[in-house]
């Protein structure tokens, strides 16, 4: 064989005489591969997004396998690695990559109904007007309505009209985290932080929930809130809860997110979601039947980013298989769906993280024997989210907590107990770390 590309050519020749592989399947997921390399015993291939390389393993790794068998004489097993910024791989029609997705956000593209107008309506106004319509713009909803794609839409048409403006998109855990990183280097490290969020034009933190009862970043954010203010800077935040409902947010926060315009996204209404179907499937090129729209819209109610979800898998489906699924697989990819849309369970290590990142403290340092207060208290609390939420027997919360005994286990929950029962603020504090967790 002179060259991996002579070799690909025939490994390709061999795939299309399959009757296994439809054209358009081959079209769709085969052309796209790129080889790479022979490894000792594997083949190396990449392909641009990780959808691509999730179907084509669950799909066609065993005759992509076959086929290198057949060329080559020896069998290999097949490695596909995932390059998003590779100029040779090709998506497949209608599945954008994140970036790609997060331009695609716009407002002709938000599917307005009577659970949403109002949201629409104000980030329309902000986006035609930065700060000089509704600041702060609060935007407040259950997860999977759409809070994130007003986000993005606000900023791809703040773009287009304000090229020059300075803009960032964030996250509240991230910021958090940044936070945390820049307090452990050292000073130049934040004033690198406070450049970065208070030298914009356009300020969008996504689930800004995330700060409440982090001492250190919401004392940053509040600064970094008055700093743009005062600048005429425009600044939107995303919630699953008005600033009201977020126990341990410090009062003058609350007070500046109410100060704007507070905005409440609903669960979209039966023509709403069928809407939001069909625009989908046209979007994609996907050959929906009006019944399968109804039966769809009637059997996910509650969550936008679940339907588009559906839409792209039955486009999956349709892209393998050469026709529009069965009533039976929709049933199944519903299933599914919903499955995927679970919270993400809780455990003890998500439980650590979380209690660290409010108290500034280093999860190692709460599974560690260390005794100092910060840490003792975030321990203590920690055990007792542990056992509130999981119900995990004390023997083995102690041995998730660094092989503590039973009775400090016990111990340290009827602490936190006794200062929840005289203690409001530390009580506010607690819910908001479960309410955080439960929300991921």
Known sequence: MESMKEMWNNVLAYLQQSNDISRV????????????????????????????????????????????????????????????????????????????????????????????????????????????????????????LGKTHLLFAIRNEIRKTHPTFKMLYTKGETMTNELIEALQKGPAQIQEFRAKYRQVDVLLVDDIQFISGKTSTQEEFFHTFDTLYQAKKQIVLTSDRPPKEMAALEERLRSRFESGLLADIQPPDLETRIAIIRRKAEQIGLPIDEKDVAYIA???KSNIRQLEGLVKKLWAYYQIEGTMPSRLTIQSAICDVRNDDQPVPITVDRVINEVARTFNVDPEDIRSSKRSGEVSNARQIAQYIVRTVTNQPMKKIGEDFGSRDHSTVVYAIQRVEERIARDPAYKARIQDIIKNLSEK
Do not use: M
Request: net charge negative.
């Open 298 to 300: 009637e059997q996910l």
């Open 25 to 144: 399947a081959y079209n769709v997921w085969i052309s796209c591969i790129e080889p790479r390399s022979i490894e000792e015993d594997a083949v190396v291939v990449s392909v641009h997004t990780d959808f691509q390389r999730k179907i084509i393993r669950e799909h066609y790794a065993d005759r992509i396998k076959e086929a290198f068998s057949a060329v080559l004489g020896l069998p290999l097993e097949l490695k596909i690695i995932c390059e998003q910024e590779d100029a040779g791989a090709q998506k497949p029609a209608g599945v954008p990559s994140l970036a790609e997705e997060e331009e695609e956000y716009t407002f002709g593209n938000f599917v307005v109904g009577p659970s949403n107008k109002f949201p629409h309506a104000a980030s329309l106004a902000v986006a035609s007007n930065p700060s000089g319509a509704y600041n702060p713009l609060f935007i407040y909803g259950n997860s999977g």
